[in-house]
């Protein structure tokens, strides 16, 4: 059983950054893909970036491009969402997730895709 744990979440004004962080339990190195998704009060759970086994490949939702990036870094076993640019609709609730995959390419974007969940950190952006 893969454990996840999201740390960096907290109170931003518009306009601001925050880096968010997500520590796996164990290697996850070209095993598993790996994504964020985020849920607002009264939304569901949606896709905002998700990424390969080997960080190769990469996708983000229209409304976070070119204001979030995701990463991985396999020898530390940890994912990470650099946001910048923050807006009120950004507020949510941010839960890291992983899948095991047989090939690097894979990329599931789908909440139903994804085995292993965090408990989520709370973003919260002042306007």
């Known amino acids: 059983q893969v454990q996840l744990v999201e740390s960096g979440g907290g109170l931003v004004e518009a306009g601001g950054s925050l880096r968010l962080s997500c520590a796996a339990s164990e290697r996850i190195y070209r095993s598993y893909a790996m994504g964020w998704f985020r849920q607002a009060p009264g939304k569901e759970r949606e896709v905002v970036a998700a990424?390969?086994?080997?960080?190769?490949?990469?996708y983000y939702v229209d409304s976070v491009k070119d204001r979030f990036t995701i990463s991985r870094d396999n020898a530390k076993n940890t994912m990470y969402l650099q946001m910048n640019g923050l807006k009120p609709e950004d507020m949510a609730v941010y839960y890291c997730a992983a899948v095991g995959t047989d090939d690097d390419w894979e990329l599931p974007i789908r909440k139903t895709d994804y085995d292993y969940w965090g408990q989520g950190t709370q973003v919260t952006v002042s306007s």
């Open positions: 990424i390969s086994g080997s960080g190769s490949m990469t």
